[in-house]
Protein backbone atom coordinates (compact mmCIF):
# COMPACT_ATOMS: atom_id res chain seq x y z
CA UNK A 1 0.00 0.00 0.00
CA UNK A 2 1.42 3.98 -1.02
CA UNK A 3 1.82 6.34 1.93
CA UNK A 4 -0.42 8.69 0.63
CA UNK A 5 0.37 11.16 3.52
CA UNK A 6 4.04 13.16 2.93
CA UNK A 7 4.27 12.43 6.81
CA UNK A 8 1.41 14.06 7.37
CA UNK A 9 -0.78 13.53 10.51
CA UNK A 10 -3.09 10.77 9.18
CA UNK A 11 -3.81 8.98 12.05
CA UNK A 12 -6.23 11.47 14.19
CA UNK A 13 -8.32 13.56 12.27
CA UNK A 14 -7.83 17.38 12.52
CA UNK A 15 -10.16 19.49 15.42
CA UNK A 16 -13.26 20.96 13.69
CA UNK A 17 -12.89 24.64 13.61
CA UNK A 18 -13.91 27.78 11.70
CA UNK A 19 -11.76 30.44 10.25
CA UNK A 20 -13.85 33.83 10.03
CA UNK A 21 -10.65 35.46 8.01
CA UNK A 22 -11.44 33.21 5.39
CA UNK A 23 -14.68 34.86 5.05
CA UNK A 24 -15.12 37.15 1.68
CA UNK A 25 -17.06 39.70 4.18
CA UNK A 26 -13.65 39.58 6.33
CA UNK A 27 -11.47 39.61 3.74
CA UNK A 28 -12.94 42.46 2.10
CA UNK A 29 -12.39 44.55 4.82
CA UNK A 30 -8.95 43.95 5.45
CA UNK A 31 -8.30 44.92 2.12
CA UNK A 32 -9.91 47.91 1.82
CA UNK A 33 -8.07 48.67 5.11
CA UNK A 34 -5.05 48.76 3.00
CA UNK A 35 -6.84 50.37 -0.07
CA UNK A 36 -5.93 47.06 -1.89
CA UNK A 37 -8.57 46.17 -4.50
CA UNK A 38 -11.68 43.30 -3.50
CA UNK A 39 -13.29 43.02 -6.32
CA UNK A 40 -12.51 39.40 -7.12
CA UNK A 41 -14.44 38.35 -3.76
CA UNK A 42 -18.06 39.51 -5.73
CA UNK A 43 -17.02 37.19 -8.64
CA UNK A 44 -18.94 38.29 -11.86
CA UNK A 45 -22.38 37.59 -11.55
CA UNK A 46 -24.74 36.19 -13.25
CA UNK A 47 -22.40 35.33 -15.69
CA UNK A 48 -19.39 34.18 -13.19
CA UNK A 49 -20.28 33.57 -9.42
CA UNK A 50 -17.27 33.66 -7.22
CA UNK A 51 -14.94 30.64 -7.50
CA UNK A 52 -13.33 30.15 -3.98
CA UNK A 53 -10.92 27.19 -3.45
CA UNK A 54 -9.97 25.79 -0.15
CA UNK A 55 -6.79 24.01 -0.10
CA UNK A 56 -6.46 21.36 2.98
CA UNK A 57 -9.72 21.67 3.90
CA UNK A 58 -9.68 19.70 7.22
CA UNK A 59 -13.19 18.83 8.13
CA UNK A 60 -15.09 21.23 5.60
CA UNK A 61 -16.71 23.89 8.48
CA UNK A 62 -15.19 26.83 7.10
CA UNK A 63 -15.69 26.13 3.32
CA UNK A 64 -19.22 24.86 4.38
CA UNK A 65 -20.26 27.98 6.09
CA UNK A 66 -19.17 29.83 2.82
CA UNK A 67 -21.06 28.28 0.55
CA UNK A 68 -24.17 28.02 3.00
CA UNK A 69 -23.98 32.18 3.35
CA UNK A 70 -22.55 32.65 -0.13
CA UNK A 71 -25.04 30.44 -2.58
CA UNK A 72 -24.62 32.40 -5.31
CA UNK A 73 -20.87 31.43 -5.31
CA UNK A 74 -19.18 28.01 -6.56
CA UNK A 75 -17.00 26.10 -3.59
CA UNK A 76 -13.98 23.78 -3.98
CA UNK A 77 -12.04 22.37 -1.51
CA UNK A 78 -9.87 19.51 -0.93
CA UNK A 79 -8.36 17.54 1.83
CA UNK A 80 -6.41 14.23 0.97
CA UNK A 81 -7.81 12.91 4.40
CA UNK A 82 -10.76 10.21 3.74
CA UNK A 83 -12.23 10.90 7.14
CA UNK A 84 -11.80 14.61 6.36
CA UNK A 85 -13.98 14.74 3.17
CA UNK A 86 -16.57 11.80 4.27
CA UNK A 87 -17.76 14.07 6.84
CA UNK A 88 -17.45 17.33 5.34
CA UNK A 89 -19.57 15.84 2.70
CA UNK A 90 -22.29 14.38 4.68
CA UNK A 91 -22.17 17.75 6.52
CA UNK A 92 -23.19 19.22 3.24
CA UNK A 93 -25.04 16.99 1.77
CA UNK A 94 -27.50 17.36 4.99
CA UNK A 95 -27.80 20.63 4.84
CA UNK A 96 -28.70 20.16 1.07
CA UNK A 97 -25.72 22.54 -0.10
CA UNK A 98 -25.56 22.53 -3.97
CA UNK A 99 -22.58 24.80 -4.27
CA UNK A 100 -19.99 23.21 -2.80
CA UNK A 101 -17.82 20.25 -4.04
CA UNK A 102 -15.41 18.43 -1.42
CA UNK A 103 -12.17 16.43 -2.90
CA UNK A 104 -10.29 13.72 -2.12
CA UNK A 105 -7.29 14.86 -3.80
CA UNK A 106 -3.69 15.86 -2.66
CA UNK A 107 -2.43 18.94 -3.92
CA UNK A 108 -1.00 17.24 -6.76
CA UNK A 109 -4.36 15.36 -7.61
CA UNK A 110 -5.83 18.75 -7.23
CA UNK A 111 -3.69 20.40 -9.62
CA UNK A 112 -4.16 18.19 -12.49
CA UNK A 113 -7.89 18.09 -12.20
CA UNK A 114 -10.42 19.79 -14.16
CA UNK A 115 -11.26 22.87 -12.19
CA UNK A 116 -12.24 26.27 -13.35
CA UNK A 117 -10.10 29.22 -12.80
CA UNK A 118 -10.74 30.69 -8.56
CA UNK A 119 -11.17 34.48 -7.16
CA UNK A 120 -9.81 33.26 -4.56
CA UNK A 121 -7.76 30.78 -2.96
CA UNK A 122 -7.74 29.69 0.69
CA UNK A 123 -5.16 27.76 2.91
CA UNK A 124 -5.66 27.60 6.73
CA UNK A 125 -3.05 26.12 8.84
CA UNK A 126 -1.48 24.02 6.00
CA UNK A 127 1.75 25.76 4.73
CA UNK A 128 4.01 25.61 7.64
CA UNK A 129 3.35 21.79 7.97
CA UNK A 130 4.23 20.21 4.54
CA UNK A 131 6.97 19.47 2.95
CA UNK A 132 8.80 21.77 0.33
CA UNK A 133 7.61 19.60 -2.40
CA UNK A 134 4.22 20.41 -1.37
CA UNK A 135 4.68 24.02 -1.11
CA UNK A 136 5.36 24.24 -4.91
CA UNK A 137 2.53 22.32 -5.62
CA UNK A 138 0.51 25.09 -4.03
CA UNK A 139 2.60 27.60 -5.58
CA UNK A 140 1.73 26.05 -9.12
CA UNK A 141 -2.23 25.79 -8.10
CA UNK A 142 -1.62 29.46 -7.61
CA UNK A 143 0.24 30.21 -10.93
CA UNK A 144 -2.19 27.79 -12.91
CA UNK A 145 -5.25 28.13 -10.94
CA UNK A 146 -5.67 32.25 -9.72
CA UNK A 147 -7.42 34.43 -11.83
CA UNK A 148 -5.74 38.16 -12.86
CA UNK A 149 -7.18 39.99 -9.72
CA UNK A 150 -7.78 36.76 -7.37
CA UNK A 151 -6.73 36.65 -3.77
CA UNK A 152 -5.03 34.01 -1.99
CA UNK A 153 -5.58 33.77 2.01
CA UNK A 154 -2.48 31.94 3.33
CA UNK A 155 -1.57 31.17 7.18
CA UNK A 156 1.47 30.36 8.62
CA UNK A 157 3.87 30.28 12.10
CA UNK A 158 6.26 32.78 11.84
CA UNK A 159 9.63 33.47 13.76
CA UNK A 160 10.37 35.44 15.67
CA UNK A 161 7.54 34.70 17.99
CA UNK A 162 8.01 31.00 17.62
CA UNK A 163 11.44 30.71 18.59
CA UNK A 164 11.50 29.64 22.10
CA UNK A 165 9.20 26.98 21.65
CA UNK A 166 10.97 25.50 18.41
CA UNK A 167 13.28 22.97 20.85
CA UNK A 168 10.26 21.56 22.53
CA UNK A 169 8.74 20.81 18.74
CA UNK A 170 11.69 18.74 18.78
CA UNK A 171 11.56 17.07 21.52
CA UNK A 172 7.76 15.98 21.20
CA UNK A 173 8.63 14.41 17.83
CA UNK A 174 11.65 12.79 19.00
CA UNK A 175 10.33 11.40 22.30
CA UNK A 176 7.33 10.29 19.95
CA UNK A 177 9.08 8.77 17.34
CA UNK A 178 10.68 6.34 20.32
CA UNK A 179 7.31 5.09 21.04
CA UNK A 180 6.15 4.45 17.41
CA UNK A 181 4.29 1.12 18.13
CA UNK A 182 1.71 3.17 20.40
CA UNK A 183 -1.26 4.99 19.06
CA UNK A 184 -0.77 8.95 18.09
CA UNK A 185 -2.29 10.16 21.52
CA UNK A 186 -0.35 7.65 23.44
CA UNK A 187 2.64 9.31 21.76
CA UNK A 188 1.93 12.75 22.71
CA UNK A 189 0.79 12.36 26.23
CA UNK A 190 4.19 10.29 26.58
CA UNK A 191 6.33 13.09 25.10
CA UNK A 192 4.46 15.84 27.15
CA UNK A 193 4.62 13.79 30.38
CA UNK A 194 8.49 13.23 29.96
CA UNK A 195 8.48 17.00 29.19
CA UNK A 196 6.94 18.00 31.97
CA UNK A 197 9.09 15.62 34.08
CA UNK A 198 12.31 17.95 32.51
CA UNK A 199 11.00 20.67 34.11
CA UNK A 200 10.17 19.92 36.90
CA UNK A 201 13.58 18.72 37.34
CA UNK A 202 14.49 22.36 36.89
CA UNK A 203 16.07 21.82 32.89
CA UNK A 204 18.03 24.82 31.79
CA UNK A 205 15.70 25.06 28.60
CA UNK A 206 12.71 26.09 30.95
CA UNK A 207 15.02 28.45 33.04
CA UNK A 208 16.27 30.17 30.13
CA UNK A 209 12.68 30.17 28.41
CA UNK A 210 10.09 31.43 30.92
CA UNK A 211 7.47 31.03 28.13
CA UNK A 212 7.84 27.22 27.76
CA UNK A 213 6.21 26.37 30.70
CA UNK A 214 3.58 28.31 30.07
CA UNK A 215 3.73 26.31 26.32
CA UNK A 216 3.63 23.29 28.07
CA UNK A 217 0.51 24.02 30.19
CA UNK A 218 -1.35 25.02 27.29
CA UNK A 219 -0.69 22.16 25.25
CA UNK A 220 -1.61 19.63 28.38
CA UNK A 221 -5.22 21.19 27.82
CA UNK A 222 -5.29 20.54 24.05
CA UNK A 223 -7.16 18.39 21.85
CA UNK A 224 -4.49 15.84 21.20
CA UNK A 225 -6.04 15.86 17.67
CA UNK A 226 -4.80 19.35 17.89
CA UNK A 227 -1.42 18.55 18.69
CA UNK A 228 -0.92 15.80 16.63
CA UNK A 229 -1.36 18.11 13.54
CA UNK A 230 0.38 21.05 15.11
CA UNK A 231 3.93 19.43 16.26
CA UNK A 232 3.73 15.89 14.91
CA UNK A 233 4.11 16.07 11.10
CA UNK A 234 7.15 15.44 9.63
CA UNK A 235 7.16 18.94 8.20
CA UNK A 236 7.11 21.84 10.52
CA UNK A 237 8.69 25.07 9.21
CA UNK A 238 8.95 28.22 10.90
CA UNK A 239 8.95 31.15 8.17
CA UNK A 240 9.60 34.90 8.04
CA UNK A 241 7.03 36.99 5.97
CA UNK A 242 9.83 38.00 3.89
CA UNK A 243 10.38 34.64 2.84
CA UNK A 244 7.12 33.77 2.06
CA UNK A 245 6.77 37.05 0.33
CA UNK A 246 9.31 35.78 -2.02
CA UNK A 247 8.59 32.03 -2.09
CA UNK A 248 4.48 33.81 -3.35
CA UNK A 249 6.22 36.37 -5.42
CA UNK A 250 7.24 33.07 -7.91
CA UNK A 251 3.30 32.47 -8.50
CA UNK A 252 2.95 36.35 -9.22
CA UNK A 253 1.61 37.00 -5.69
CA UNK A 254 1.95 40.25 -4.22
CA UNK A 255 1.44 41.13 -0.21
CA UNK A 256 -1.95 42.98 0.12
CA UNK A 257 -2.87 43.11 3.27
CA UNK A 258 -3.10 41.47 6.84
CA UNK A 259 -6.54 39.06 7.06
CA UNK A 260 -6.63 40.15 10.76
CA UNK A 261 -8.43 43.34 11.22
CA UNK A 262 -7.11 44.44 14.76
CA UNK A 263 -3.64 44.98 12.42
CA UNK A 264 -4.84 47.50 11.02
CA UNK A 265 -5.01 49.69 14.04
CA UNK A 266 -1.70 50.62 14.81
CA UNK A 267 -1.97 52.20 17.68
CA UNK A 268 -3.02 48.83 19.97
CA UNK A 269 0.19 47.15 17.90
CA UNK A 270 2.55 49.34 18.45
CA UNK A 271 4.31 52.02 20.03
CA UNK A 272 5.03 55.32 19.17
CA UNK A 273 8.33 54.50 18.70
CA UNK A 274 7.94 51.03 17.40
CA UNK A 275 5.99 53.50 14.26
CA UNK A 276 8.48 55.84 13.75
CA UNK A 277 11.36 52.97 13.08
CA UNK A 278 8.87 50.91 11.30
CA UNK A 279 8.16 53.64 9.01
CA UNK A 280 12.02 54.22 7.64
CA UNK A 281 11.82 50.63 6.69
CA UNK A 282 11.10 51.30 2.59
CA UNK A 283 10.89 47.86 1.37
CA UNK A 284 7.06 46.61 2.22
CA UNK A 285 8.22 42.66 3.08
CA UNK A 286 11.18 43.89 5.33
CA UNK A 287 8.58 46.37 6.80
CA UNK A 288 6.43 43.33 7.49
CA UNK A 289 9.09 41.07 8.79
CA UNK A 290 10.40 43.83 11.39
CA UNK A 291 7.12 44.78 12.49
CA UNK A 292 6.92 40.63 13.17
CA UNK A 293 9.51 41.67 15.40
CA UNK A 294 8.28 44.32 16.77
CA UNK A 295 5.29 42.11 17.91
CA UNK A 296 6.99 39.33 18.48
CA UNK A 297 5.04 37.68 15.87
CA UNK A 298 4.61 33.74 15.66
CA UNK A 299 1.34 33.27 13.25
CA UNK A 300 0.32 35.33 10.39
CA UNK A 301 -2.74 35.30 8.47
CA UNK A 302 -1.86 37.31 5.26
CA UNK A 303 -3.75 38.07 1.80
CA UNK A 304 -2.03 37.96 -1.30
CA UNK A 305 -3.28 39.13 -4.49
CA UNK A 306 -1.91 38.37 -8.15
CA UNK A 307 -2.12 41.26 -9.59
CA UNK A 308 -2.33 43.81 -6.75
CA UNK A 309 -4.84 47.00 -7.73
CA UNK A 310 -4.61 49.67 -5.49
CA UNK A 311 -7.91 52.34 -4.56
CA UNK A 312 -7.78 55.75 -4.88
CA UNK A 313 -8.27 57.33 -1.14
CA UNK A 314 -11.87 58.72 -2.15
CA UNK A 315 -12.87 54.71 -3.28
CA UNK A 316 -11.28 53.41 -0.17
CA UNK A 317 -13.29 55.70 1.82
CA UNK A 318 -16.33 55.27 -0.31
CA UNK A 319 -16.36 50.93 0.17
CA UNK A 320 -15.51 51.27 3.97
CA UNK A 321 -18.25 53.65 4.60
CA UNK A 322 -21.04 51.43 2.45
CA UNK A 323 -19.59 48.30 4.67
CA UNK A 324 -22.32 47.18 6.85
CA UNK A 325 -21.19 45.68 10.67
CA UNK A 326 -23.13 43.41 12.62
CA UNK A 327 -22.76 42.99 16.75
CA UNK A 328 -22.12 39.42 17.13
CA UNK A 329 -22.25 39.36 20.85
CA UNK A 330 -24.98 40.49 22.75
CA UNK A 331 -25.43 43.67 23.73
CA UNK A 332 -25.31 43.18 27.53
CA UNK A 333 -21.84 41.28 27.17
CA UNK A 334 -19.91 43.98 25.20
CA UNK A 335 -16.39 43.85 26.50
CA UNK A 336 -14.98 47.01 27.11
CA UNK A 337 -11.80 45.93 27.09
CA UNK A 338 -9.60 43.61 24.76
CA UNK A 339 -6.29 42.66 24.64
CA UNK A 340 -3.40 43.55 21.97
CA UNK A 341 0.24 43.27 21.60
CA UNK A 342 0.89 46.54 23.62
CA UNK A 343 -1.40 45.51 26.16
CA UNK A 344 -5.15 45.20 27.44
CA UNK A 345 -6.71 48.05 25.90
CA UNK A 346 -9.53 49.75 27.63
CA UNK A 347 -12.43 50.87 24.94
CA UNK A 348 -13.60 54.05 26.15
CA UNK A 349 -17.40 53.95 26.89
CA UNK A 350 -18.77 57.08 25.84
CA UNK A 351 -17.60 55.61 22.20
CA UNK A 352 -18.44 51.87 22.33
CA UNK A 353 -21.49 51.77 23.62
CA UNK A 354 -23.28 54.36 21.34
CA UNK A 355 -21.87 51.87 18.47
CA UNK A 356 -22.80 49.00 20.09
CA UNK A 357 -26.38 50.05 20.91
CA UNK A 358 -26.83 51.35 17.06
CA UNK A 359 -25.37 47.58 15.64
CA UNK A 360 -28.09 45.72 18.44
CA UNK A 361 -30.43 47.12 17.01
CA UNK A 362 -29.42 46.14 13.07
CA UNK A 363 -26.62 45.67 11.02
CA UNK A 364 -25.73 48.76 9.89
CA UNK A 365 -22.77 50.61 7.37
CA UNK A 366 -20.48 53.36 8.46
CA UNK A 367 -22.03 55.43 6.53
CA UNK A 368 -25.93 54.75 8.51
CA UNK A 369 -24.09 54.61 11.52
CA UNK A 370 -22.85 58.51 10.71
CA UNK A 371 -26.20 59.01 10.06
CA UNK A 372 -27.95 58.28 13.96
CA UNK A 373 -28.16 61.33 16.37
CA UNK A 374 -25.62 60.52 18.85
CA UNK A 375 -22.99 58.98 16.73
CA UNK A 376 -22.99 62.31 13.87
CA UNK A 377 -20.43 63.73 16.17
CA UNK A 378 -18.16 61.16 16.36
CA UNK A 379 -17.03 61.40 12.19
CA UNK A 380 -15.99 58.50 10.16
CA UNK A 381 -12.56 57.93 11.13
CA UNK A 382 -13.39 56.67 14.87
CA UNK A 383 -16.20 54.95 13.81
CA UNK A 384 -14.21 52.61 12.22
CA UNK A 385 -11.61 52.18 13.92
CA UNK A 386 -14.27 51.07 16.94
CA UNK A 387 -15.40 48.69 14.26
CA UNK A 388 -12.34 47.40 13.90
CA UNK A 389 -11.39 46.68 17.17
CA UNK A 390 -14.91 45.53 17.90
CA UNK A 391 -14.28 43.24 14.94
CA UNK A 392 -10.52 42.23 16.16
CA UNK A 393 -12.02 40.94 19.52
CA UNK A 394 -14.80 39.29 18.07
CA UNK A 395 -17.26 41.36 18.82
CA UNK A 396 -18.62 42.86 15.90
CA UNK A 397 -18.04 41.46 11.93
CA UNK A 398 -18.60 42.80 8.60
CA UNK A 399 -22.43 41.88 7.68
CA UNK A 400 -23.55 40.79 4.28
CA UNK A 401 -26.34 43.34 2.43
CA UNK A 402 -29.85 43.14 2.57
CA UNK A 403 -30.34 41.11 -0.51
CA UNK A 404 -27.60 38.58 -0.08
CA UNK A 405 -28.65 38.08 3.39
CA UNK A 406 -32.40 36.92 2.23
CA UNK A 407 -30.86 34.68 -0.09
CA UNK A 408 -28.65 33.24 2.05
CA UNK A 409 -30.96 32.39 4.24
CA UNK A 410 -32.90 29.52 3.94
CA UNK A 411 -29.10 27.55 3.24
CA UNK A 412 -28.11 28.59 6.62
CA UNK A 413 -31.01 27.62 8.10
CA UNK A 414 -30.86 24.35 7.12
CA UNK A 415 -27.03 24.41 7.66
CA UNK A 416 -27.65 25.43 11.10
CA UNK A 417 -30.33 22.35 11.99
CA UNK A 418 -27.85 20.29 11.03
CA UNK A 419 -25.54 21.80 13.22
CA UNK A 420 -28.33 21.54 15.65
CA UNK A 421 -28.45 17.56 15.64
CA UNK A 422 -25.06 17.00 15.16
CA UNK A 423 -24.05 17.81 18.94
CA UNK A 424 -22.58 20.97 21.28
CA UNK A 425 -19.42 20.70 19.62
CA UNK A 426 -20.73 21.70 16.01
CA UNK A 427 -24.03 23.14 17.38
CA UNK A 428 -21.40 26.05 19.01
CA UNK A 429 -20.67 26.99 15.08
CA UNK A 430 -24.08 27.36 13.80
CA UNK A 431 -24.96 30.39 11.78
CA UNK A 432 -27.09 33.50 12.45
CA UNK A 433 -28.04 36.61 11.53
CA UNK A 434 -29.38 38.18 14.35
CA UNK A 435 -26.77 40.23 16.37
CA UNK A 436 -26.43 39.72 19.80
CA UNK A 437 -26.47 35.44 20.25
CA UNK A 438 -23.67 34.87 22.41
CA UNK A 439 -21.37 32.72 21.04
CA UNK A 440 -18.17 33.58 23.43
CA UNK A 441 -14.51 33.26 22.05
CA UNK A 442 -15.85 29.58 20.12
CA UNK A 443 -18.45 29.52 18.10
CA UNK A 444 -18.58 29.78 13.95
CA UNK A 445 -19.56 32.25 11.40
CA UNK A 446 -22.77 33.82 12.67
CA UNK A 447 -24.00 33.78 15.97
CA UNK A 448 -26.05 30.37 17.79
CA UNK A 449 -29.63 32.06 17.74
CA UNK A 450 -30.37 29.29 20.67
CA UNK A 451 -28.13 30.75 22.79
CA UNK A 452 -30.03 33.74 22.83
CA UNK A 453 -33.38 32.31 22.60
CA UNK A 454 -33.87 34.38 19.36
CA UNK A 455 -34.58 33.17 15.80
CA UNK A 456 -31.90 31.94 13.29
CA UNK A 457 -31.84 34.02 9.89
CA UNK A 458 -31.13 37.69 8.44
CA UNK A 459 -34.45 38.93 8.75
CA UNK A 460 -34.71 41.75 10.74
CA UNK A 461 -31.65 42.69 11.49
CA UNK A 462 -31.34 42.06 7.42
CA UNK A 463 -27.68 41.14 7.99
CA UNK A 464 -26.40 38.06 7.32
CA UNK A 465 -22.61 37.78 8.66
CA UNK A 466 -19.74 35.62 8.20
CA UNK A 467 -19.49 36.48 12.47
CA UNK A 468 -16.65 34.06 13.55
CA UNK A 469 -15.14 33.80 16.55
CA UNK A 470 -11.80 34.38 17.55
CA UNK A 471 -11.69 30.42 17.17
CA UNK A 472 -13.50 27.60 18.35
CA UNK A 473 -10.85 24.85 18.66
CA UNK A 474 -7.10 25.69 18.79
CA UNK A 475 -7.52 26.41 15.01
CA UNK A 476 -4.82 23.47 14.00
CA UNK A 477 -1.55 25.07 14.60
CA UNK A 478 -2.72 25.59 17.77
CA UNK A 479 -2.70 29.54 18.43
CA UNK A 480 -5.61 30.17 19.05
CA UNK A 481 -6.24 29.21 22.64
CA UNK A 482 -2.58 28.67 23.46
CA UNK A 483 -0.96 31.62 24.61
CA UNK A 484 1.57 30.03 22.12
CA UNK A 485 0.99 30.37 18.74
CA UNK A 486 -1.71 31.08 16.63
CA UNK A 487 -3.39 29.41 13.97
CA UNK A 488 -5.77 31.62 15.73
CA UNK A 489 -6.73 34.07 18.53
CA UNK A 490 -5.00 37.00 18.95
CA UNK A 491 -1.83 36.30 21.22
CA UNK A 492 -1.70 38.04 24.03
CA UNK A 493 1.26 36.38 26.07
CA UNK A 494 3.82 35.25 24.00
CA UNK A 495 3.24 37.09 21.00
CA UNK A 496 0.48 38.96 19.06
CA UNK A 497 -2.00 37.36 17.05
CA UNK A 498 -1.43 39.54 14.23
CA UNK A 499 1.20 40.93 12.39
CA UNK A 500 1.43 43.90 11.55
CA UNK A 501 1.37 46.63 9.03
CA UNK A 502 2.73 49.63 9.48
CA UNK A 503 -0.44 51.97 8.37
CA UNK A 504 0.22 54.20 5.94
CA UNK A 505 -1.27 56.95 6.48
CA UNK A 506 -1.80 58.03 2.33
CA UNK A 507 -1.75 54.47 1.62
CA UNK A 508 -5.17 54.70 4.36
CA UNK A 509 -5.68 57.42 2.29
CA UNK A 510 -5.87 59.46 5.94
CA UNK A 511 -3.45 62.20 6.69
CA UNK A 512 -1.33 61.07 10.20
CA UNK A 513 -3.17 64.26 12.04
CA UNK A 514 -6.56 62.63 11.37
CA UNK A 515 -5.16 58.90 12.49
CA UNK A 516 -4.01 60.34 15.62
CA UNK A 517 -7.28 61.74 16.11
CA UNK A 518 -8.41 58.65 15.11
CA UNK A 519 -6.59 57.03 18.31
CA UNK A 520 -7.20 59.68 20.58
CA UNK A 521 -10.35 57.53 21.86
CA UNK A 522 -8.76 54.59 23.24
CA UNK A 523 -6.61 54.46 26.41
CA UNK A 524 -3.75 52.23 26.88
CA UNK A 525 -3.06 50.21 29.64
CA UNK A 526 -0.34 48.32 29.19
CA UNK A 527 0.24 44.90 30.54
C1 LIG B 1 -4.02 21.49 10.15
S1 LIG B 1 -5.13 20.93 9.03
C2 LIG B 1 -6.02 22.37 8.65
C3 LIG B 1 -7.40 22.06 8.21
C4 LIG B 1 -8.25 23.29 7.96
N1 LIG B 1 -7.69 24.13 6.94
C5 LIG B 1 -8.37 24.00 9.27
O1 LIG B 1 -7.67 24.98 9.50
O2 LIG B 1 -9.16 23.52 10.09
C6 LIG B 1 -4.19 20.67 7.53
C7 LIG B 1 -4.97 19.85 6.57
O3 LIG B 1 -4.22 19.70 5.36
C8 LIG B 1 -4.41 18.39 4.88
N2 LIG B 1 -3.24 18.06 4.04
C9 LIG B 1 -1.95 17.97 4.43
N3 LIG B 1 -1.17 17.66 3.38
C10 LIG B 1 -1.98 17.56 2.30
C11 LIG B 1 -1.76 17.27 0.92
N4 LIG B 1 -0.54 17.00 0.46
N5 LIG B 1 -2.82 17.25 0.09
C12 LIG B 1 -4.08 17.53 0.56
N6 LIG B 1 -4.34 17.80 1.85
C13 LIG B 1 -3.31 17.82 2.72
C14 LIG B 1 -4.50 17.54 6.13
O4 LIG B 1 -5.17 16.31 5.94
C15 LIG B 1 -5.24 18.45 7.09
O5 LIG B 1 -6.62 18.23 7.08
Aim: glycine residues 8%; positive net charge; proline residues 6%.
Amino acid sequence: MSDWTSGYVAELEYAQGVYREMAPSLMRLNLLMQRADASALSGQPPSTPLRYAELGCGHGLTATMIAASHPGAEIHATDFNPAHVAGARKLAAQANLKNIQFYEHSFAEFLAADLPMFDVVALHGVYSWISEENRALIRDFLYAKLKPGGLCYISYNVLPGWAPAMPMRKLMIELGEGNKAQPMAARINGALDFIGQMQKANAGYFKANPQAATRLEGMAKHSRNYLAHEYMNRDWNLFYHCDVARELAGAKLTFAASAHAGDHVDIVNLTVDQQQLLASVTDPAVRETVRDFMVNQQFRRDIFAKGLLRLSGQEQVQALANTRFALTVPRSSLALKAGFPVGEVNLQADVYEPVADALAEKPKSIAELLAAEPLKAMGYQKILQALLILTSSGQAAPALDDKAAREAKPHCDRLNAVLDRAGAHLRRHRLSGQPGHRLGRAGGPLQPAHAAGAQTGPEGSGGFRLAYPHRAEPAHPEGWQDAGNARGKPGRTEGPRGRLHRQDPAAAGLSRHRLRKLFSFISLRRS
